[in-house]
């Protein structure tokens, strides 16, 4: 099994429409986890980070399932802008390496 | 808050010259340093991570190497390029424990 795992879509998501996707992690004492943007030849961005159950962040929400080891991102009333690929990554309880899932792709469509 | 530098911004080598990518960190102490690498249309790999200065530690490339000289100082480095060598080359910092990675812009790297 992979670290880190994600749907790499695309979601095809209407303009205003609801998305969520998930980030299935195996290292079970992952500590934090951190969803990042990634625009075309862009470097990623930090959107949101996750250090309990969950975040919410206007439009968008993560929420935490340690028991299934995942995290899901749910952004609501989507924009054209918010098409990009979205990476998850979780930091692990020791050490320092941070790997990252493949990514999910968002099309937002008018 | 943080900022880190790469470049160059893009570089076009041929097959077997060598390559040094630099990463420059500002606005931090000891950082935690990376270097990851995203091919065409894929997820980002990770290469090489380093928590202090000489300590480096390798995660695939077997003709990549990385070297920190400097606490704020991260390279990465080849004596001969594969046409596989090919992406975007991203740096990274992060304070360590349960804090975010920060990016700086990347080098896109074609090797012809």
């Known amino acids: 099994r992979k670290e880190v795992e994600q749907d790499p879509g695309p979601f095809n998501v209407p303009e205003g429409a609801t998305v969520a996707f998930n980030c299935t992690y195996s290292n079970s004492a992952s500590q934090s986890f951190f969803w990042y943007r990634q625009d075309c030849r862009k470097e990623p961005k930090l959107l949101m980070s996750?250090?309990?159950s969950g975040n919410e962040d206007g439009r968008f929400t993560a929420q935490l399932n340690r028991a299934s080891q995942y995290i899901s991102l749910l952004i609501r009333d989507s924009k054209l802008s918010d098409s990009a690929t979205y990476l998850c990554v979780p930091t692990p309880a020791a050490g320092n390496k941070l790997t990252f899932g493949g990514g999910t792709r968002v099309l937002v469509k008018p | 808050s943080q900022t880190i530098h790469q470049w160059p911004a893009t570089l076009v080598q041929p097959v077997g010259s060598p390559l040094s990518l630099e990463c420059t960190v500002e606005?931090?102490?000891?950082?935690?340093l990376y270097w990851y690498r995203q091919a065409a249309g894929r997820g980002l790999q990770l290469l090489f991570y380093?928590?202090?200065?000489?300590?480096i530690s390798s995660e695939v490339p077997q003709n990549l190497s990385a070297s920190r000289p400097q606490d704020r100082q991260f390279i990465l480095s080849s004596k001969k390029l594969l046409l596989s060598d090919s992406g975007f080359y991203l740096c990274?910092?992060?304070?360590?424990?349960?804090?975010?990675?920060?990016f700086g812009n990347g080098t896109r790297l074609t090797v012809t």
């Open positions: 380093s928590v202090g200065i000489g300590q």
């Open positions: 606005g931090t102490s000891n950082p935690n």
């Open positions: 996750v250090y309990s």
């Open positions: 990274a910092s992060a304070g360590g424990g349960r804090t975010p990675l920060h």
